[in-house]
């Protein structure tokens, strides 16, 4: 008899058959909790008519909860190739809405995977997590017909995802989101829930892309750069980071820090910074 994906063992069983065990290099942290990954799965808005794209599926705890939650396809992209024998197993039992492609996430061409529109769910590896989401928030901000993001992150990016202007937490990571899409945190996720435990707690992230924000977007990599640069002294004011601009052009006086702009303000500044040359 030909396996569904409702009746495929236990994730934890088919590790175990297949030998397999959480690497740290590729910072994997397997979620197994059926109700969590169920209720991640279920937070994909119009998840039924949606390609998702899923990064580290790992033994495919959230792959098969998408699956089951009635995804329409997903795409999964796995750099250890040792969980072939779990993921190889889910595909047959998929009725051909999964496919798998290994290799590294940041080389791969979402766009092209995707084939079209398409969402973004995964429980992402620690150690690659916020370089993926600011290539996706380019890809976002660039017109890329990206449909949400719900992502799993650890709490303290999580926090730093969805901050304000002004906030201990706010960044770069807020200032790049807030400019091209809206974000909350969805719920918790505490460490007992994952294998191997992690030391710090997690938080579900939804990005919803909007299309108002992203027309006023020239090249996000500008106000990248611009980010960078003052929060990466955050503490000094920003005339004295760049001493060779006018302040007085943005209504500033040069002793703001990079905490006190507004997500809109960071965009006027490199718009006027680029039209100066």
Not at 113 to 138: K, M, Q, R
Not at 181 to 206: E, G
């Amino acid at each position: 008899m030909i396996d569904t994906v409702a009746s495929l063992p236990p994730v934890s069983e088919m590790m175990r058959d297949a030998g397999l065990e959480p690497k740290k290099q590729f910072g994997q942290n397997f979620l197994f909790d059926l109700n969590l990954t169920g209720r991640i799965a279920r937070s994909v808005p119009d998840l039924e008519k949606s390609v998702v794209i899923e990064v580290g599926p790992g033994p495919a705890g959230l792959t098969r909860a998408l699956l089951l939650a009635g995804a329409k396809k997903v795409i999964a992209v796995e750099k250890d190739e040792t969980t072939e024998p779990i993921l190889s197993r889910v595909v047959a039992a998929s009725a051909g809405r999964l496919k798998v492609i290994f290799g590294d996430a940041l080389k791969q061409d979402f766009a092209k995977l995707a084939g079209g529109e398409f969402s973004l769910c995964s429980n992402l590896p620690y150690n690659v997590g916020t370089e993926l989401l600011i290539d996706w928030l380019h890809l976002v901000a660039g017109g890329v017909p990206i449909k949400s993001l719900t992502l799993m992150f650890q709490r303290e990016v999580a926090e730093r995802i969805v901050a304000n202007t002004g906030d201990a937490q706010y960044g770069r990571l807020s200032v790049l989101t807030s400019l091209v899409a809206d974000a909350k945190i969805l719920f918790d996720v505490p460490n007992t829930a994952f294998v191997p435990r992690p030391r710090v707690q997690s938080a579900v992230v939804q990005i919803i892309p909007n299309k108002s924000k992203i027309k006023k977007i020239d090249d996000i990599s500008v106000v990248e750069k611009l980010t960078a640069k003052l929060f990466g002294m955050r503490r000094k004011m920003i005339r004295g980071i760049m001493r060779d601009v006018d302040w007085n052009l943005f209504g500033l006086d040069g002793t703001e820090r990079a905490e006190d702009l507004s997500p809109e303000k960071f965009l006027e500044i490199a718009k006027k910074l680029v039209a100066c040359g």
